[in-house]
């Protein structure tokens, strides 16, 4: 077992995340987000709580982008991150979202989100493991408390 520990977010307890699962990497996302149920470090441990439905990008503060942002998905992407409240920030994970990944030189990819949106932390893997993703976090809250420069 780790060590239990909660994210002082600044403004809440509890930060609000929007996964938009583009591709494989979503899964892993899913993953780290809501935990298997019997793990002692679930992500609600860091303060983290995932939303999903009608409004969720009105109440989230976190957007992270999994997989493949192709070039007919990115108005949505940029649509959803328009509706977010400040402040706002931007996870990448996973290399498809990063870089384009495997499909980078296709005409229709994105060749990384950071080209269309202000990415706060790029999470590296094909695909990163649930804990990375979670480690991801832990850095957004690092820089955003100022614990380490941007």
Not at 38 to 59: C, M, T, Y
């Amino acid at each position: 077992m780790g060590t239990r520990f909660t994210l002082d977010w600044g403004t809440t307890y509890e930060v609000d995340v929007l996964d938009l699962g583009l591709a494989c990497c979503g899964v892993e996302v899913m993953a780290a987000l809501h935990g298997r149920g019997d793990d002692q470090d679930r992500p609600a441990d860091l303060g983290v709580r995932p939303v999903s439905g009608a409004g969720a990008p009105e109440r989230a503060h976190v957007l992270v982008v999994s997989g493949t942002v192709t070039d007919v998905m990115l108005p949505a992407v940029l649509a959803t991150y328009e509706r977010m409240p400040e402040p706002r920030y931007v996870l990448s994970v996973g290399a498809c979202s990063n870089t384009g990944g495997p499909y980078w030189d296709s005409y229709s990819v994105t060749k990384g989100v950071d080209q269309v949106l202000p990415v706060h932390v790029a999470v590296p893997g094909c695909p990163p493991r649930p804990e990375a993703l979670l480690e991801g976090l832990v850095a957004l809250h690092r820089m955003v408390t100022g614990e380490v420069a941007a």
